[in-house]
């Protein structure tokens, strides 16, 4: 069986939590390839709201397994408290959730070093959520990672001193103010990887093919969105992994021909958090109105979200680079009552009008170029079909799936796994 790939189009905050949690129930396993604990993936249901870090969003399904692959980063700590959050729905994560022996562990100094980074950039700061991911990928790119199968050897915690001195080393380098208790973090650390240690270990790449030739289905999870991309994303402001389609096949050992319908998630506008280039943001009454009716603040670190119209340049380049199959708009309830809304359809770059995301979108030379819209008043998180949507509701979705040419498959009509839409 084909892999199915769910992906944010975005930077992030898609949704794609939800939409994971909604899909489970047609797949085996669910599989996280990428990220870490920057990640807060939210489900809701029953009338109970929760957040995952780590953990694939399938867990709250008994049925289906749930893999960490080689591509993700796990800090033990924040995992910890994962399991204990998951402990008052009764799930049985030890049978249910399995970790690649290839993913890379983040250390407490990997934290620091985050911290110590982004201090020394001051205004030039990515904005990062300080979980310690840049670093944790700096050390598995130049060979000096840990990674989760060493955890099962006698000789790691030599190591990770060996490792944890150089930090420290690293951290003084950057010659900033960040206060730390290394010994006091240690002993939290140190009890979370006996924790991380009584799940099941795997070779993931090797599970995920028997998997797949036993005919199981399965769903690769992605998370932050394609414009945090590091290879295609609006670098330097992006996060340490391709979150992009081809971050799968590395993230997890699926060859490129086992790939096939690919999701992608998008909000019906969009949102940003931390720094970097948004061309279509908003600083007036109206983006504040999307902030609030949308709740748009980080789920990881409490911080507001930028909001903005919805960028279909970006938008189409996104869907380029993933191949994207079946698009799924998302947060579609949040504009209802904006009387007019706005589409960027193409960019004045430098005084000439292109259509394609260029290398440097900075705003001193780049401004969207608006196509304008009609709102539509009525409320859609009670409507249960697409015969209900408003008309202005449909000429947005039609227009936006003609110039992706790419059918809108889910419309979202709210944070609740019911408020869902299949068209
Ligand atoms: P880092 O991955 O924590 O280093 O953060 C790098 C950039 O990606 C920052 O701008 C973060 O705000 C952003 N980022 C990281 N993870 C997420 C996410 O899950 N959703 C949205 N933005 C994210």
């Not at 930028?306 to 960028?311: F, S, V």
Request: proline fraction near 4%.
């Amino acid at each position: 069986m084909a892999v199915d790939l769910l992906l944010g189009l975005q930077w992030g905050d898609e949704g794609k939590g939800k939409i994971v949690d909604v899909l489970t129930s047609n797949y085996n396993i669910i599989a996280r390839f990428q990220g870490g604990p920057n990640a807060g993936h939210t489900l809701e249901f029953d009338g109970i709201k929760h957040v995952l870090r780590t953990i694939p969003s399938g867990i709250f399904h008994k049925d289906s397994m749930n893999v960490i692959g080689n591509g993700v980063v796990i800090d033990p700590v924040v995992f910890a408290k994962e399991l204990e959050g998951l402990d008052q729905f009764d799930i049985d994560y030890k049978k249910t959730l399995i970790i690649s022996r290839k993913a890379h562990v983040i250390l407490p100094t990997h934290r620091l070093l985050d911290a110590a980074s982004e201090a020394s950039k001051g205004k030039a700061k990515i904005g990062s959520t300080l979980k310690g991911i840049g670093p944790t990928y700096m050390d598995k790119t130049g060979r000096n990672g840990i990674r989760v199968g060493d955890l099962e050897l006698s000789d790691w915690k030599e190591k990770y001193r060996a490792l944890a001195d150089k930090h420290e080393a690293m951290i003084k380098f950057y010659n900033v103010d960040v206060q730390y208790d290394l010994e006091e973090m240690e002993v939290e650390f140190f009890e979370a990887v006996k924790v991380l240690k009584s799940l099941q270990f795997i070779d993931s790449e090797e599970y995920l093919y028997q998997a797949q030739k036993s005919g199981k289905t399965i769903l690769a999870e992605g998370a932050q969105g394609s414009l945090l991309d590091i290879d295609f994303g609006t670098y330097p402001f992006v996060t340490s992994s391709n979150t992009t389609a081809a971050g799968a096949c590395t993230g997890l050992g699926v060859a490129p021909n086992q790939i096939g319908d690919v999701y992608g998630i998008f909000k019906a506008y969009t949102t940003r958090v931390g720094s970097g280039p948004f061309p279509t943001e908003l600083f007036d009454e109206v983006g504040a109105k999307m902030a609030k009716i949308g709740n748009e603040f980080g789920a990881v670190t409490g911080r507001g979200r930028r909001c903005g119209w919805l960028d279909l340049i970006a938008l189409k380049y996104a869907c380029q680079v993933n191949g994207v199959t079946k698009l799924m708009m998302m947060k579609g309830d949040v504009l209802s009552g904006f009387k007019a809304l706005k589409v960027c359809t193409a960019y004045n770059y430098k005084g000439e009008t292109i259509t394609h995301l260029p290398y440097n979108i900075e705003p001193e030379n780049l401004k969207p170029i608006y196509t304008d819209f009609k709102g539509w008043k009525e409320d859609l998180t009670k409507m249960t079909e697409a015969s209900q949507f408003p008309k202005e509701l449909n000429d947005y979705i039609d227009f936006l799936e003609k110039e992706l040419e790419i059918p809108i498959y889910v419309v979202s009509v709210g944070p609740d796994r019911k408020q869902t839409i299949f068209r």
